[in-house]
């Protein structure tokens, strides 16, 4: 890698004068150096009274301000048969109203002002995110915390929360790609895992207004909130404010458990999910096996590992194998991002015509198995490594507020104290021994659960001139779609 | 070098001065200024550059005013195509042996034209009902046998992805290219140091395009095609919808085209297509970030400067679509919640109206629109309403619409939705209604310019459907619309005899 960094020098050195003619490659193209220092979090960070965090940029150079108040806890902490409360939640502290503001004077207010005020509670965390021009700071801070002291919960609203997420339900069956993610979940993390804790008909109905009340008091501390702040606005005129709304909060603090490790042992074969319908052209598939989270010391040998088989886009393997050659798949690649908390899927994803199902998903396996025997070339190495090194400041600190909501959400999620500090360090260092060990700890083939989704006739039949079956990747099992609402499946 | 340089400053001053309330926290200095400077080459390409410095970053794109509205029946989706074949590299990328490469071209197409003359007959034969000619089916698998080993020959000398390979690994993101009715865009975002390697790519890739692995990618936008469009639950239904809107204006096929044109494309087709369309005062290069004007101007003289104007210009987009005097009505079903969809033509983007009818809809959406709360919340009609105007160069779409409850009746519905539409015809708006959709408008308009693609995706549309100094032309329209032009765009433009209507219902309900 070194030796190949030299030549290409060279090269640029022989080549013309910058800025005169036009060279004719673009590796012999010279650039200025760039440097650049990765913000420095602690310049951002605010502890207010009460055990807020904040994350604050001043960037006057539009009139907006953008904010997010990031806390802990969400579905995974949902009381058992109360599936579906968290988005019910979420919902509800925004459409229901305040003490003193009823749910339509709130809209017209919000609408008025162009505010976004957004919430949203997922997995194991959620947040309130509100943008506004800064000259209306003041009563959007007033807003946001008029709902998060003393929602109303208006039962009205909540019927109608509850209708449309009964109609979200009903059409839990209606794309391959809604039936694919759900049951990857299901068969990769097992019943039991809170991720599978899934809203029915019967727990939506269940929910009360008190259950909704309780789950916002015990998800909205600010002893536990992060806030992410950019824009036009007094740093410490800011945190003033958002001291003075937090102080006196109406309740205690409750405590939160925290996520299970995965304790499930997966049967590996195929998955097939008939999905009735003529238009159905296409099969998708995933392959998938569960992952490692952010605090592996892996984690960089895995990414570069994961972005030069399927994670890189166009200059993957996968997509220059499946798509770019052979022609089989519009979208193919993988995944295999470290989860926060709990350990997310190594995946690898494509959807193809039904006959070329099956060839597409051997040709899938074959790359895996070649990465994890052959490795990685040096020159495959570098140019992974530089597009980290390069894309950098891109990926994680693109705007102001991408700064803090990058530091706000480590901070929330535990990242290890260092994560970004030395992430470019930790990447520049890598070998190809590295991240063929990678591969071979990590891309576990023999453990894959496949998800076949889509017309499975058609799918099995196949294309005569390039033979290829399912049961060429492992015991096909066949899975009957559950109820949309009740989610049993037919026996 | 006979250059035209031009600086301008596009403002948002005078709209964000909306109330006059004086809090403490936030920042009162409301003005916003966007410089943008214009260099139009001599060739005619235009060359648009914004200064921002969120990051160390510059996003690089090149907008071209051709699309699917430039096409003709036969050739549906060829502008798309032709955009996945910019992918595949010059004599430079894409390949290790230039002169090999063309001769393997050459071949392919030899025998891929043989193959079309044989697909051409087979239409013929189904045509009168005919069985397929087995001597022609067998000359046909021949001829796929020669293509294969061609193929692999070729694979041998290229270099897949080249061209993505070389922007990620000079810390390239989101590379990647689209297709509309109107126009092209090709896009990267870049470490902020090399904005040549983008003028080298891009104008290397239209200078002298190799239409190299054309028929694995050929199946590639049948794989697209079959993603987007047929195997998802509404994509046909909407296809549908679309056709059912365009009586005769090209606008009314699909962008990425029908399968069976898809599957019919030649490399000469791309060819002419490229030497119709592809001239360089039909494109403009937008660059936003932390990068110095004058060296980008000069970077772009040299690299751009180098494409050559087709002579001839292209034929003029001159079909208008008839005025519409009576209803139309798709009733359709599909795996998927019901829907009542209306639309109505409306007028280009840069016509006068266009700010006021942007208002207009605007007091129809949100959750204290005029839609939501009779037809969700009052009537229990819908889960969800929707309603926008769409704006494309040679006409408009404006759209109501609402997601059906489980069980609500698709007719009672309609009638509700378009009763709150024959209200604002009939009792037109009000000033706090106005005044609120300004406010929504202007600040939508200025979150957009967060981010370095935002802004050039909003300077893009304006160089899409006339120049990026409409802006100003809308801004002041926003601003100077009043409730009597919204009322009368209402009355013009939304006339019951011009209305398109969906009804989807759930498949297998009542």
């Given at each position: 890698m070194r030796a190949l960094a030299r030549a290409a020098l060279l090269l640029a050195a022989c080549g013309p004068a910058a800025g005169q003619e036009i060279p004719d490659h673009p590796d012999r193209l010279v650039f200025k150096p760039l440097r650049f220092e990765v913000p420095d979090p602690a310049s951002m960070r605010v502890e207010l009274p009460g055990g807020t965090v904040g994350y604050f940029i001043e960037d006057f150079s539009l009139p907006v301000v953008d904010l997010r108040v990031y806390f802990p806890g969400g579905s995974f902490h949902e009381p058992r048969g109360k599936e579906g409360l968290a988005d019910l939640t979420a919902g509800l502290l925004r459409t229901g109203g305040t003490e003193s503001r009823s749910p339509e004077a709130l809209d017209e207010e919000l609408d008025f002002l162009a505010a976004d005020l957004e919430i949203e509670i997922a997995d194991v965390y959620g947040s309130v995110s509100l943008s506004i021009l800064a000259k209306d700071l003041d009563r959007g801070l007033e807003i946001l915390f008029d709902i998060l002291r003393r929602p109303a919960?208006?039962?009205?609203?909540?019927?109608?929360?509850?209708?449309?997420?009964?109609?979200?339900?009903?059409?839990?069956?209606?794309?391959?790609?809604?039936?694919?993610?759900?049951?990857?979940?299901?068969?990769?993390?097992?019943?039991?895992?809170?991720?599978?804790?899934?809203?029915?008909?019967?727990?939506?109905?269940?929910?009360?207004?008190?259950?909704?009340?309780?789950?916002?008091?015990?998800?909205?501390?600010?002893?536990?909130?992060?806030?992410?702040?950019?824009?036009?606005?007094?740093?410490?005129?800011?945190?003033?404010?958002?001291?003075?709304?937090?102080?006196?909060?109406?309740?205690?603090?409750?405590?939160?458990?925290?996520?299970?490790?995965?304790?499930?042992?997966?049967?590996?074969?195929?998955?097939?999910?008939?999905?009735?319908?003529?238009?159905?052209?296409?099969?998708?598939?995933?392959?998938?096996?569960?992952?490692?989270?952010?605090h592996h010391p892996d984690v960089q040998a895995i990414r570069v590992m994961s972005y030069i088989l399927g994670a890189g886009g166009f200059s993957s393997r996968l997509m220059q194998r499946v798509r770019t050659q052979?022609?089989?798949?519009?979208?193919?690649?993988?995944?295999?991002?470290?989860?926060?908390?709990?350990?997310?899927?190594?995946?690898?994803?494509?959807?193809?015509?039904?006959?070329?199902?099956?060839?597409?998903?051997?040709?899938?396996?074959?790359?895996?198995?070649?990465?994890?025997?052959?490795?990685?070339?040096?020159?495959?190495?570098?140019?992974?490594?530089?597009?980290?090194?390069?894309?950098?400041?891109?990926?994680?600190?693109?705007?102001?507020?991408?700064?803090?909501?990058?530091?706000?959400?480590?901070?929330?999620?535990?990242?290890?104290?260092?994560?970004?500090?030395?992430?470019?360090?930790?990447?520049?260092?890598?070998?190809?021994?590295?991240?063929?060990?990678?591969?071979?700890?990590?891309?576990?083939?023999?453990?894959?659960?496949?998800?076949?989704?889509?017309?499975?006739?058609?799918?099995?039949?196949?294309?005569?001139?390039?033979?290829?079956?399912?049961s060429d990747l492992g015991p096909v099992f066949d899975v009957p779609l559950p109820d949309p609402l009740t989610l049993e499946r037919p026996k | 070098m006979k250059t035209l340089r031009r600086r301008a400053?596009?403002?948002?001053?005078?709209?964000?001065?909306?109330?006059?309330?004086?809090?403490?926290?936030?920042?009162?200095?409301?003005?916003?200024?966007?410089?943008?400077?214009?260099?139009?080459?001599?060739?005619?390409?235009?060359?648009?550059?914004?200064?921002?410095?969120?990051?160390?970053?510059?996003?690089?794109?090149?907008?071209?005013?051709?699309?699917?509205?430039?096409?003709?029946?036969?050739?549906?989706?060829?502008?798309?195509?032709?955009?996945?074949?910019?992918?595949?590299?010059?004599?430079?990328?894409?390949?290790?042996?230039?002169?090999?490469?063309?001769?393997?071209?050459?071949?392919?197409?030899?025998?891929?034209n043989r193959v079309r003359q044989i697909d051409l007959a087979r239409l013929e034969a189904s045509r009168r009902g005919d069985p397929p000619d087995p001597a022609l089916e067998n000359r046909r698998a021949e001829l796929l046998k020669d293509y294969d080993a061609l193929v692999e020959e070729q694979k041998k000398i290229s270099i897949p992805e080249h061209l993505a390979k070389i922007f990620q690994a000079q810390g390239g993101t989101g590379l990647n290219a689209t297709t509309s009715y109107d126009r092209t865009n090709y896009f990267?975002?870049?470490?902020?140091?090399?904005?040549?390697?983008?003028?080298?790519?891009?104008?290397?890739?239209?200078?002298?395009?190799?239409?190299?692995?054309?028929?694995?990618?050929?199946?590639?936008?049948?794989?697209?095609?079959?993603?987007?469009?047929?195997?998802?639950?509404?994509?046909?239904?909407?296809?549908?919808?679309?056709?059912?809107?365009?009586?005769?204006?090209?606008?009314?096929?699909?962008?990425?085209?029908?399968?069976?044109?898809?599957?019919?494309?030649?490399?000469?087709?791309?060819?002419?297509?490229?030497?119709?369309?592809?001239?360089?005062?039909?494109?403009?290069?937008?660059?936003?970030?932390?990068?110095?004007?004058?060296?980008?101007?000069?970077?772009?003289?040299?690299y751009f400067g180098r494409l050559r104007r087709f002579p001839g210009g292209r034929p003029p987009v001159v079909t208008q679509e008839p005025e519409q005097n009576g209803e139309r009505r798709l009733h359709a079903e599909a795996d998927a919640p019901g829907e009542v969809a209306v639309r109505w033509h409306g007028p280009s983007g840069v016509h006068r109206d266009s700010a006021a009818l942007d208002l207009l809809m605007a007091i129809f959406a949100g959750r204290s629109g005029r839609l939501y709360r009779p037809l969700v919340e009052e009537k229990a009609l819908?889960?969800?309403?929707?309603?926008?105007?769409?704006?494309?160069?040679?006409?408009?779409?404006?759209?109501?619409?609402?997601?059906?409850?489980?069980?609500?009746?698709?007719?009672?519905?309609?009638?509700?939705?378009?009763?709150?539409?024959?209200?604002?015809?009939?009792?037109?708006?009000?000033?706090?209604?106005?005044?609120?959709?300004?406010?929504?408008?202007t600040a939508d308009l200025v979150r957009q310019l967060k981010t370095y693609s935002g802004i050039a995706q909003q300077l893009g549309y304006f160089e899409t459907i006339g120049t990026w100094r409409d802006f100003d032309a809308y801004v002041r329209n926003l601003q100077s619309a009043t409730a009597a032009d919204l009322k009368r765009c209402a009355e013009q433009y939304l006339r019951p005899a011009g209305r398109n209507v969906l009804v989807l219902r759930r498949k297998g309900a009542r």
């Open positions: 919960f208006r039962a009205d609203k909540l019927q109608v929360l509850k209708a449309q997420a009964l109609d979200a339900l009903r059409a839990r069956n209606d794309s391959t790609a809604a039936i694919e993610t759900r049951e990857l979940n299901l068969l990769v993390y097992g019943p039991e895992h809170p991720i599978n804790r899934l809203e029915t008909k019967a727990s939506i109905e269940a929910i009360t207004r008190e259950d909704v009340a309780a789950f916002h008091r015990q998800l909205a501390h600010p002893s536990r909130f992060v806030v992410a702040a950019a824009g036009a606005f007094r740093k410490d005129a800011f945190a003033a404010a958002f001291a003075r709304a937090t102080r006196d909060w109406p309740w205690e603090a409750a405590p939160l458990s925290s996520v299970p490790p995965p304790a499930h042992a997966p049967t590996p074969g195929v998955y097939r999910f008939h999905k009735e319908g003529r238009h159905i052209t296409q099969g998708r598939v995933t392959a998938a096996h569960l992952g490692v989270d952010v052979e022609g089989l798949a519009y979208d193919v690649g993988s995944d295999f991002r470290p989860g926060f908390t709990y350990p997310l899927p190594f995946r690898i994803s494509f959807q193809s015509k039904n006959e070329s199902v099956a060839v597409a998903a051997k040709l899938c396996l074959a790359e895996v198995t070649r990465l994890r025997e052959e490795g990685v070339s040096e020159k495959e190495l570098a140019d992974a490594v530089r597009f980290y090194l390069d894309a950098f400041p891109g990926l994680f600190f693109a705007t102001r507020f991408r700064t803090v909501t990058t530091y706000a959400q480590a901070e929330l999620l535990k990242f290890p104290k260092d994560y970004y500090a030395t992430y470019r360090e930790k990447i520049a260092r890598l070998t190809t021994e590295d991240v063929r060990r990678a591969a071979r700890e990590h891309l576990r083939p023999e453990r894959f659960v496949w998800v076949v989704v889509g017309n499975v006739p058609a799918i099995e039949r196949g294309d005569p001139s390039r033979p290829a079956a399912l | 400053v596009l403002s948002l001053a005078a709209s964000l001065l909306l109330s006059a309330a004086a809090p403490p926290i936030g920042a009162q200095e409301t003005e916003l200024r966007l410089p943008v400077e214009e260099t139009v080459l001599d060739n005619g390409l235009r060359v648009l550059v914004v200064r921002r410095a969120e990051s160390p970053r510059v996003f690089c794109s090149l907008w071209w005013r051709v699309g699917s509205v430039h096409e003709r029946p036969g050739l549906t989706g060829l502008s798309h195509f032709f955009e996945h074949m910019m992918f595949m590299g010059t004599d430079v990328i894409g390949t290790t042996d230039a002169r090999r490469d063309a001769e393997i071209n050459a071949r392919i197409e030899d025998v891929m990267v975002e870049l470490p902020a140091n090399k904005v040549e390697l983008f003028c080298w790519l891009e104008s290397d890739r239209f200078l002298k395009p190799v239409f190299r692995s054309f028929y694995p990618e050929r199946e590639v936008v049948k794989e697209e095609r079959r993603m987007r469009t047929e195997s998802t639950p509404t994509g046909l239904v909407q296809e549908a919808y679309w056709a059912l809107f365009w009586q005769a204006h090209p606008y009314g096929w699909p962008v990425i085209g029908w399968m069976s044109d898809i599957e019919q494309y030649t490399a000469a087709d791309a060819r002419r297509y490229y030497e119709t369309h592809y001239s360089p005062e039909n494109a403009t290069a937008i660059f936003v970030g932390d990068l110095d004007p004058a060296e980008v101007r000069e970077l772009c003289r040299r819908a889960v969800d309403v929707e309603s926008w105007y769409w704006s494309l160069r040679y006409g408009g779409v404006i759209h109501v619409g609402l997601t059906l409850r489980e069980g609500a009746d698709p007719a009672a519905a309609e009638r509700a939705l378009l009763d709150l539409v024959e209200d604002v015809r009939k009792n037109g708006v009000t000033e706090r209604e106005l005044q609120k959709a300004r406010n929504r408008q």
